[in-house]
């Protein structure tokens, strides 16, 4: 698939038939993960790949519901995990990312640690790999993170950063409308 075809073309998909999704397929889509770029390629990015259905019921548990202004609703990501065979939590090494070369935790520019954008390159190689093999997934960033760590053991010094469940698309995602160019660039000068 070509590189415009599936960035355009991926989709959020939230319903997932209980079509299994074979390891071959995983390990393309963590292959992706790991040839993402990063901050003197120092790839804090950690991949925990979760198939056990128990763990993965306790996942679903993690999910925040979304406060909208007169309501709150379930995350409109919770369905997916009632049939998506995997879910992969990209987790991140903290002060790694944007720190001075050679000097963990003391970092180069004002924004401090990148890992957030890091490993966020990585779900992005990992959705669109995912995309261009068929199956679907959607980003998670809304969930309790601590709650997360302490369910897959994640050691200190390690965040969870997001999850994504993987399997077959049990429908096609809707495209949420963009802003236009016009609206997002700015020339020479803002
Ligand atoms: C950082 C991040 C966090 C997200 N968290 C959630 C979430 O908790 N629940 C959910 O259903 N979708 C979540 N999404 C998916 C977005 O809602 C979705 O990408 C956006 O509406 C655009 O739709 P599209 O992915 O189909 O293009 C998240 C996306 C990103 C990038």
């Known amino acids: 698939m070509d590189v415009f075809e599936a960035i355009k073309g991926r989709r959020s998909i939230r319903r997932f038939t209980t079509d299994p999704v074979d390891d071959a397929k995983i390990e393309a889509i ?10 003197a390629n120092t790839q804090c990015w ?9 763990i993965r019921s306790q996942l679903a548990k993690t999910l925040y519901s979304i406060k909208l202004p007169d309501r709150e609703v379930p995350n409109p990501a919770a369905p997916a995990f009632d049939t998506a065979p995997v879910v992969i939590v990209v987790c991140a090494e903290t002060g790694k ?27 992005e190689n990992m959705v669109l790999a995912a995309h261009a093999l068929g199956l679907g997934t959607v980003i998670i960033g809304a969930f309790d993170a601590p709650k997360t760590e302490q369910i897959l053991n994640v050691p200190q010094g390690f965040r969870a950063v997001a999850m994504f469940p993987v399997g077959v698309p049990a429908r096609e995602g809707k495209a ?6 016009s609206e997002l660039v700015i020339r ?3």
């Open 176 to 181: 949420p409308p963009r802003k236009e160019l």
């Open 97 to 123: 990312a944007g720190a001075e070369h050679g000097a963990p935790g003391k970092y180069a520019t004002d924004k401090g640690d990148w890992f957030m954008f890091d490993t966020a390159l990585a779900v």
């Open 30 to 39: 963590l292959e992706a993960g790991r040839w993402a770029p990063s901050w």
């Open 46 to 54: 950690r991949f925990v790949v979760v198939r056990d259905p128990e």
């Open 188 to 190: 020479d000068r803002w």
